[in-house]
């Protein structure tokens, strides 16, 4: 049993980070006959690519997809701690599998992921979810295999989830969710500490790869026909600067567009790290989409001070123009907190202004939500909850008018589309992004899935394009 602590997940040394080679133990391979697993995920991009290496190890150890809960004879929660609605739903969740585990005996339940990495989750678990299988925290991975094996013969609840600053596992097993879009991790952990934020605390050091494993990985899914990588990182534009040697995010992302894949993406982009040589290495190479997430959280200096982001107002607004300026047609969207502790109308009032001069392509916005720990939760907070659900409708409403014009301005242009798939909400269309990740559903021929064909946008809503495939 080991479990998380607080103190303990604050801790950043200077040691090296290990970088370890995952192999499955033989003594767990193929060792399932006839048996099914469900993975469901939560949170960001980062734990949908976790959850492909998840499904990796279940198979290796000869489980088979099950496409439905009901079936599996093992559920893995991979869950996510940013705000209290994600909790919530975890635990809405577990309320049905525990009816599922009374009817089905040998059901094996298992939680991974940032919650995992909690406290107080891990708490609340030992007292009233005795009949979990196993935690397994985001530092414990390689112990997938054996911690389900055990779950086979012991019938109790195995905790395995110490706070640390972590290491880089390489040769990972994965079995990807498309065939032409990949994640490809370039680092793990965070080390901003923003305020507000649980994630440093549940993921660990910053942690960046190396850059041969990194180009080798892309190289290797040019090879298998991928059309396009995402590059991952609670703070991409940190990348390297842990590393021992000078290589920063914009010789990466020189040398991985020179590995030609078609589509290159990165996300998260931290303003601060964000530098010119990285707008300069995006406007030149084609194939770096012109595409960039920049949270920027609030348009009040004061409050992003509380906030710990280390950049004002007047300085987020100078990079904004930059990266506009310089990287033609780009789309810029980010994400938003109304609400932090004790945010005034006026400073309210600034995040809108910004929205008006910025007018983001797409904004992502949130109440903000108090996660224990965080220096943040323990200021006392006198704006009640109802006046932050009423900014945050204002709010959107004004975004929402921005994403509907930015998306104006598609129509009757042609754009470039990767397209992925039949369309959720309509079978007889096809779906897709452009390069600045805009999402159309397009009518066209099936060949066309999992090329970059020209579409013609005929209309526009707020939240996507529809389209015409042209030859
Ligand atoms: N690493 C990224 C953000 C990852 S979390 C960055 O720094 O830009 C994704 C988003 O969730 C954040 O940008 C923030 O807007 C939101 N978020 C994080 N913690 C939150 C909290 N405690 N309450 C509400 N929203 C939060
Ligand atoms: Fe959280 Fe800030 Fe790190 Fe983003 S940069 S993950 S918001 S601490
Ligand atoms: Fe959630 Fe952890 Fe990602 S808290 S947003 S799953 S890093």
Known sequence: MQLPNLQEAKKRTKSKTEIKSYNINNKYQNIIKNKKYYVKTYGCQMNEHDSEVIKAILEQMGYEASIDMENADIIILNTCSIRENAHNKVYGMLGRIKYLKQTKKDLIVGLTGCMSQE?????????????????????????????????????????????????????LPVIRESKYKAYVNIMYGCDKFCTYCIVPYTRGKQRSRSKEHIINEVKDLVKQGYKEVTLLGQNVNAYGKDLDIDYTMSNLLEDVAKTNIERIRFVTSHPWDFTMDMIDVIAKYDNIMPYIHLPIQSGNTKILRQMGRRYTKEEYLELFNKIKEKVKNVSITTDIIVGFPNETEEQFQ??????????????????????????????????????????????????????????????????????EQESEKDKNLLMGYTDTNKLVNLKGPKEIIGKIVNVKITDTKTWSLDGEYIE
């Open 119 to 171: 406290e107080v989750v891990t708490n609340e678990i030992k007292d009233k979810y005795k009949w979990i299988d196993f935690v397994l925290g985001t530092h414990k991975l390689e112990q997938l295999s054996e911690i389900v094996y055990q779950s086979l013969s012991k019938k109790e609840l195995k905790i395995e989830a110490p706070s640390c600053e972590g290491i880089v596992l390489e040769g």
């Open 350 to 419: 600034d995040t809108l202004d910004i929205v008006n001069t910025c007018k983001f392509d797409l904004a992502y916005t949130f109440i903000y939500s108090p996660r224990q720990g965080t220096p943040a939760a323990k200021i006392i907070d006198k704006v009640p909850l109802e006046i932050k659900e009423q900014r945050l409708a204002r709010l959107n409403e004004l975004v929402n008018k921005y994403a509907k014009e930015s998306n104006d301005r598609y129509k009757d242009k042609i754009v470039k589309v990767l397209v």
